[in-house]
């Protein structure tokens, strides 16, 4: 058995160049492999996953294995977002729920190698840290203390993954307000530097 290890679109695998050369000296169907992929992966539409396929090389026969997509894609998925924050210090892009962070935990927890759920809901959290992602309307580091001091437990140790209507409600209405500042901050620094330019030019004559 061959295994071809592929990171792939979820639901949207595409015969390019990459997947025709790894494919293609196998002699199998590539449309096949794809329409397959592809049904495979469904459930992670618009983000990315890695899949194996192990083939047997003289049977031609195929069998796909979906590993679990890296953490930051499925905060991705969880917020609705297509990309995270490229300046996380500055920016912030989404406001989740702890049950939001257990629901990812959940879905990671086997492919990862942490002892325990709660090592992995840690995990996910300074993830979150990393992309510029808000929990329970709180920076990532203060959640992590929260749960030193035993918030959240029951929470975590129920493995909740349902976030109630009205925090969600809650949580949508702050962020809102953290975006609509974000964007003044951003079109003032882009006034300036629009400003700046202009002198330059003006300097330059």
């Known amino acids: 058995m061959a295994v071809i290890k592929l990171l792939v679109e979820g639901g ?8 025709a050369q790894s494919l293609g000296p196998m002699g199998i169907n590539l449309g096949e492999v794809i329409s397959k992929v592809n049904e495979a992966t469904a459930e992670f539409k ?19 294995k979906v590993l679990s997509p890296p953490t930051s894609e499925l905060i991705k998925k969880e917020l609705g977002i297509e990309k995270s924050s490229g300046a996380r210090l500055k920016q912030k892009v989404g406001n989740m729920s702890i049950e939001q962070v257990i629901s990812i935990a959940k879905a990671k927890h086997e492919s990862m190698l942490s002892k325990t759920f709660l ?5 996910v959290i300074g993830t979150c840290m990393a992309n510029g992602v808000l ?36 949580l949508d209405e ?20 629009e400003k700046k330019e202009e002198k330059g030019k003006k300097s330059g004559k």
Do not use: C, W
């Not at 203390?145 to 349902?162: D, F």
């Open 12 to 19: 949207n695998m595409t015969p390019g160049p990459a997947v």
């Open 46 to 64: 618009g983000i990315t996953v890695p899949v194996h396929l192990d083939v047997n090389a003289k049977t031609k026969q195929f069998k796909i």
């Open 119 to 123: 090592s992995t809901v840690k995990s």
């Open 135 to 170: 929990i329970e309307s709180k920076d990532p580091k203060e959640v992590l203390e929260e749960i030193r001091e035993g918030k959240y437990a029951e929470e975590i140790n129920s493995q909740k993954t349902e976030t109630p209507p009205e925090k969600r409600k809650e």
């Open 174 to 193: 702050f962020f809102a307000k953290i975006a609509k500042k974000q964007e003044a901050v951003r079109k003032a620094e882009e006034a300036e530097a």
